[in-house]
């Protein structure tokens, strides 16, 4: 009794934490079923978010301004990647490598703006201090601090706004390069600007997650997009694998990477609740990731198995 009131104590934090998520799959979406490009910029880009943020708030702008500026910075970070793939031939894969691993370096002085410091680390800002957008603090509370009242419609907004553009014919672009190239190329798409815009939005969005979550948690640290990417490819797929038969509208796909989010973080949830360590977490978002994966891989065995039964009896 005692762990299942623990478990739903935890609830509104895990539904948190996936709506903020929710975002940056969104973004590992975009690169990673539209484009067909495995993007690791995404470790480094959410936190650059995320101390961009901090910084611009500890700096006294307005929430809303530091968030507008760390959206900015991770579409800078994803125009190098695509620069560096596009114009300096390098596979997409080691593109966002060699963007994650310069901005590393990025981050840590990103934070010691203004602290005297040539890097630093780790760079809080306080609800107390400081007047955030969001805070953890208040996801139980009833009252207009509650960070579900920001969330959810930002989440829709998002989905929506992704929605109109990929209608448009820059985004049909976009989604015929992924498709295929060759063909794409043939109907005149500069293939190689997509790619570099589709990396940009990508990465626009996974700053705008990191940005919320350092919000969220009161700090931004250089390491908090650490394993972004395998959490993004988590909530996409368990969306996928969960809701792809009923989901079939684009918006309706992009949502189902956030429901992924959530899920995933209802399973961690429940899993630290049941005893496992922290340090733990990376070896249990790896094993769901290969289940996820692997369940339409065997489903198709069987349903191709079973067709063939099927005919040998006919």
């Given at each position: 009794?005692d762990?299942?009131?623990s ?7 895990a539904?948190?934490q ?13 690169t ?6 495995a ?24 929430p ?30 080691l ?8 901005l ?21 800002v ?10 953890s603090?208040?996801i ?18 998002v989905i ?30 500069n ?5 570099v815009?589709g ?5 626009g ?16 640290t ?15 797929i368990?969306g ?9 509208n ?17 399973v961690?949830?429940?899993v630290?609740?049941?005893g496992?360590?922290t ?14 994966l692997?369940?339409?891989h ?7 198995t ?9």
């Open positions: 009794m762990f299942l009131l478990f739903l104590n935890s609830m509104p934090g539904l948190g996936g709506l903020i998520w929710g975002i940056m799959a969104i973004g590992v979406y975009i990673y079923r539209i484009l067909d490009v993007d690791l910029t995404v470790d480094g880009s959410l936190a650059t978010g995320g101390a961009m943020c901090a910084l611009g708030i500890t700096l006294g702008w307005n809303w301004v530091a968030l507008v500026v760390a959206i900015l910075a991770g579409m800078l970070a994803g125009l190098v990647t695509g620069l560096l793939h596009t114009l300096c031939g390098i596979p997409a894969i593109a966002g490598i060699l963007t994650q691993l310069a590393y370096s990025i981050n840590l002085r990103i934070m010691a703006v203004g602290s005297g410091l040539t890097t630093k680390a780790t760079l809080s306080s609800v107390d201090k400081y007047p955030l957008m969001l805070s603090r208040f139980r509370d009833l009252t207009a601090e509650n960070p579900f009242i920001l969330l959810v419609p930002l989440v829709l907004i929506a706004l992704l929605y109109w553009f990929f209608g448009t014919e820059l985004g049909s672009s976009l989604r015929a390069t992924g498709a295929n190239q060759n063909m794409a190329r043939a109907q005149g798409i293939t190689n600007w997509t790619k815009l990396l940009v939005v990508s990465n969005l996974v700053a705008l997650s990191g940005a919320l979550l350092s919000q969220y948690q009161g700090s931004a250089v390491d908090m997009g650490r394993g972004a990417i395998v959490i993004g490819l988590a909530a996409v368990i996928e694998v969960l809701l792809g038969k009923v989901f079939r684009f918006a309706l796909k992009l949502l189902s990477a956030v429901i992924g989010a959530i899920i995933y973080y209802i961690i949830t429940l630290l609740r049941l496992l360590e340090t733990d977490l990376k070896l249990l978002t790896a094993l769901v990731v290969a289940v996820f692997t369940i339409p065997w489903k198709g065995k069987f349903a191709k079973g067709k063939k039964g099927d005919a040998a009896h006919a």
